[in-house]
């Protein structure tokens, strides 16, 4: 399955918890109740998650295999507390949207 597929499949997975697929800068994103983003895709395939550096959800995501801090602009300025995760952990995706919806803004 391509990655947006894939994308869409969680934003169907987690449609009962009130997460609506949107758009964001362009890019497909999942939005809260509130309408605030916690994940987004990105044009390489892979998915960001924004789980708040320190907690042991953002441990373990960057211990997946090819996952890094999120550089938005490729120039080495990473957002600390959201996590890149590429395709190659789709099977991961779903556990990482919902522990990023749980975490407070």
Do not use: I, N
Request: glycine share 8%; aromatic share 6%.
């Amino acid at each position: 399955m391509a990655a947006e597929e894939d994308f869409k499949q969680v934003g169907d997975e987690l449609a009962d918890l009130g997460v609506r697929v949107s758009r964001m800068m362009g890019r497909p994103a999942l939005k809260d109740r509130a309408g605030k983003v916690f994940a987004s895709l990105q044009r390489d395939g892979a998915m960001v998650f924004r789980l708040v550096r320190d907690t042991p959800e953002h441990a373990a995501a960057l211990d997946l295999p090819g996952a890094s801090l999120f550089d938005p602009m490729g120039q080495g300025k990473v957002v600390k507390d959201w996590v890149a995760v590429p395709h190659s952990s789709v099977d991961r995706w779903t556990d990482l949207a919902e522990a990023a919806l749980s975490r407070p803004r």
